[in-house]
């Protein structure tokens, strides 16, 4: 199965899956490209370091998203992209690019959704205090962060966080569930049903793919 | 600290307080009284089994809020009530009954809020297929389910639940949060800044009170 894998930012998210992938972990899953909507981010010279083909579609380039999405659908088509992974991805997508990959587009999303959805997921949980947060891989629909949900991890808020240090302990978790729900997708364990997902193969205790 | 709990069903919260009484687990804190607003209610039964005072102020038998809240008051502060705890209780309290107990009135829900206020959290919770859920201690304002968050414990959802085995699993860490909330409290170890809510003396990692 080929992914291609989204990016904005720092990239750690793509690091995990590269590392995975060279260890193994991915399953059938290979990483076929990587792009960008930011020219000079960190994630796409991590990925070039990896020596995976990269593209940039840079959105200040198009006035329309409907021109945005398709150079992106070109860049993905052309590395025959069968799953496409936001990963740190923070453009919103368009219509024509869900209708071409239909139920294949997962978004990493830093909070427990439907909780925080939308930017600064870390921020909103933080300032509403709450003491579990985590982070949810899903589906990705029309909606901001409104998908079917495939995997949540939960973190525990510390008495004595900050924003940053929540921050990091649920990227911690995000590096983790992620690889583990490609590979499943890989692997044609997850299937939907009705908006709900199940992983098919777990733990006989039937939890779901954070606790692996 | 004498603690009323306010009760409308099956009163398994109620029982949990008790047995942890019993057992010299809450600290400084006794159930003075427990009050409800449902006549033959089983969480009564449960209380009068344990010889504990009780009340009974039937919401039907008051046309306005106003003069049930004064009737929860009245039951209340016969018993010299320092701390109020919702635990089950089905109905919103107004201005009045808050205004009365500033920061003294508690509620436990059945999901992570602010996800899944309301009524019936846990269905609300199934049926948004969510893969992490859990329980909330809050303080009571005069929103849903809106008030500071105090604890929160996270439930796994298993891929074979249902809404009824995914109900029980929260209301097992349910019973077990409220008592750790309540005797924190009467240890004098939360206090509340600007709406976040820290728990003092708890262990080096920091984690809130979810782990006790």
Same mark, same amino acid.
């Given at each position: 199965m080929n992914v291609g894998v989204l990016v904005s930012g720092?990239?750690?998210n793509l690091q995990s899956l590269i590392d995975r992938a060279r260890r193994g972990e991915l399953g059938p899953a290979r990483?076929?490209?990587?792009?960008?909507? /930011?020219?000079?981010?960190a994630a796409l010279a991590r990925a070039r370091a990896a020596g995976l083909p990269t593209f940039v579609v840079d959105h200040?380039?198009?006035?329309?998203?409907?021109?945005?999405?398709?150079?992106?659908?070109?860049?993905?088509?052309?590395?025959?992209?069968d799953l496409v992974v936001l990963a740190g991805f923070m453009r919103v997508l368009g219509e024509e690019m869900l209708g071409s990959f239909p139920g294949r587009i997962i978004n990493i999303h830093p909070a427990l959704l439907p909780a925080?959805?939308?930017?600064?997921?870390?921020?909103?949980a933080y300032?509403?205090? /709450?003491?579990?947060?985590?982070?949810? /891989?899903?589906?990705?629909?029309?909606g901001?962060?409104?998908?079917?949900?495939?995997?949540q991890a939960a973190v525990l808020v510390h008495e004595e966080d900050d924003e940053?240090?929540?921050?990091?302990?649920i990227l911690a978790e995000e590096h983790r569930l992620l690889p583990a729900v490609v590979r499943a997708i890989a692997e044609r364990r997850v299937v939907i049903e009705d908006?709900?997902?199940?992983?098919?193969?777990?733990?006989?205790?039937?939890?779901s793919l954070r606790s692996l």
């Open positions: 720092s990239g750690t990483i076929a490209v990587v792009g960008s909507n /930011v020219p000079d981010c200040r380039d198009y006035s329309a998203r409907a021109g945005f999405d398709r150079a992106l659908m070109t860049g993905l088509r052309a590395h025959q992209t925080f959805a939308g930017v600064r997921a870390q921020r909103q300032e509403a205090g /709450v003491k579990v947060s985590g982070c949810t /891989v899903h589906y990705v629909d029309g901001v962060d409104t998908g079917p949900i495939i995997a940053e240090t929540l921050r990091a302990r908006r709900k997902v199940r992983i098919l193969g777990l733990s006989p205790s039937g939890e």
